[in-house]
């Protein structure tokens, strides 16, 4: 992170008041976190759920520092002061605001990337290509909320090229506010499902919040869509030669064609993806839509595409030394997302027997039973070796898999690491074993068990 900024200039930027030190020292760097935070760097406190940082405002953090970023309505009269002090009325709403302001310096392409899933592999996917182009700013790992996406934008330099930025959101106007921070040029819409239903209430919201994403685009700026999510195709209208389209429909400007084939208007590239799955080919159609929208050649958005590696717990293959095929893909779980990874498995691993360890779907608020009803009559009609399912929610999915009379057996668990002892050791080379479900459930305690 380089800020190049005085003190006086974040104090304005952020909406803020200089209270303490000289306007004219320059600051560099910032932290929210007092576990990372490096001599001499700002400390910007964040009231999160768990921790207010102006609790932690001590004379060694004091000293450590080279000022602090404060609510001006937390600061002790006591409180020990650093070399510097900012007071704002609000600190998230103030490292949004340096945020949008440092983005401001930069006249670069800004993607924006949401939707239900796939948002993070896709954005990993874009971030490969684009930095065979040049110097590339992306949120590190899923730095996708309020706070994530600020601190993901102070990390834009003068030699990026390219900003991607995913964008994710848990209630409606969310996508709004980032994107208002992020201020993209590009947007990238991957599908539109059931996700954070406790707090969206329906799928129709999920589509409008997502949606906002297509509204703060420039009058010019290119939305890269899902033409085979019936959600996002209703945008296509209105969009006209703004639209990007990809799917597998003919239609489709970026369209897979086969398992290893792209074609990218007209132009057929062959892919061979580190991932698999129908999904993982819709992950690579959006990225391909969104760089070819860049103006970035078919042969460069090949490269790109294939020295992806899935991210941890995302269609992660762990090593066991039966021979078995371990996949990590518990990341995070919705329904649209458990039938996609599901679909994937039984497609990449055909030929082996098949195990699933699964967790319970969260946030899916008052219609959870139907969705993992839903789910265990679907497992009920595939080739499985065994089913071990995990948590409370999962019991509505074993009722179901068990009222339809599987032809393997199907246990139940609070946790994922009671089943350590009907798996360790019992794994060997024609196996291959699925874990998924919601980050919650913790089931790569068991994957490590094994």
């Known amino acids: 992170m380089r800020l190049d900024l005085t003190w006086g200039e974040l104090a304005r930027a952020a909406g803020g008041r200089l209270a303490r030190g000289e306007a004219s020292d320059r600051v560099d760097a910032l932290s929210t976190d007092t576990r990372a935070l490096k001599e001499g760097q700002a400390f910007w406190a964040l009231v999160g759920e768990r921790v207010d940082a102006h609790r932690l405002l001590d004379k060694a953090l004091a000293t450590k520092v080279s000022g602090w970023i404060v609510a001006d309505d937390r600061l002790g009269v006591d409180a020990p002061c650093p070399a510097h002090l900012v007071l704002v009325p609000d600190t998230l709403k103030a490292l949004q605001a340096l945020a949008r302001r440092h983005r401001r310096r930069f006249e670069i392409p800004i993607v924006g990337v949401a939707g239900s899933n796939g948002k993070t592999t896709t954005k ?4 490969s290509i684009c930095s065979l182009v040049g110097p590339t700013c992306a949120n590190p790992g899923n730095w996708n909320n309020e706070i994530g996406v600020p601190l993901s934008l102070l990390e834009l330099e003068s030699e990026h090229r390219y900003g991607i930025f995913e964008l994710a959101a848990c209630r409606k106007g969310e996508i709004a506010d980032l994107s208002r921070v992020a201020e993209p040029t590009i947007g990238v819409l991957t599908n539109i ?13 999920t589509f409008q919040t997502n949606s906002e994403l ?13 033409a085979d999510d019936p959600w996002l195709a209703a945008l296509e209208p209105r969009l006209g030669a703004r639209a990007v389209t990809y799917g597998a429909g003919s239609h489709c400007r970026v369209r897979f064609d086969g398992k290893d084939g792209l074609i990218i208007d007209r132009h057929r590239i062959k892919v061979s993806l580190k991932s698999f799955g ?7 159609a959006a ?12 042969d460069t958005i090949r490269r790109g595409l294939e020295s992806h590696a899935p991210g941890m717990m995302r269609q992660e293959l762990l090593p066991h030394s039966s021979g078995a095929k371990l996949v990590m893909d518990a990341y995070n779980a919705n329904p649209a997302s458990m039938r996609a990874s599901l679909e994937a498995f039984i497609e990449e691993f055909k030929s082996l027997a098949k195990t699933l360890v699964l967790g319970d779907m969260k946030e899916l608020g008052p219609d959870s039973p139907r969705f993992h009803r839903e789910l265990g009559e679907r497992l009920a009609g595939l080739d499985l070796k065994a089913v071990y399912l995990v948590g409370p929610e999962m019991r509505a999915a074993q009722a179901a898999l068990l009222a339809a009379k599987p032809r393997f057996p199907v246990s139940h668990a609070p946790a994922a690491k009671d089943f350590t002892p009907a798996l360790k050791g019992k794994l060997a080379a024609r196996d291959a074993v699925l874990f998924k479900g919601s980050r919650a459930m913790r089931l790569e305690d068991l994957a490590k068990e094994l």
């Open 287 to 298: 990225a391909a839509a969104a760089a070819w929208a860049l103006g970035i050649d078919p």
């Open 214 to 226: 297509v509204e703060a685009l420039p009058a010019d700026g290119a939305a890269v869509i899902n």
């Open 124 to 127: 990993e996917m874009l971030h």
């Open 193 to 205: 499902g059931p996700d954070h239903l406790e707090t969206f209430g329906a799928v129709e919201t």
């Open 278 to 284: 129908v999904y993982s080919r819709y992950n690579a």
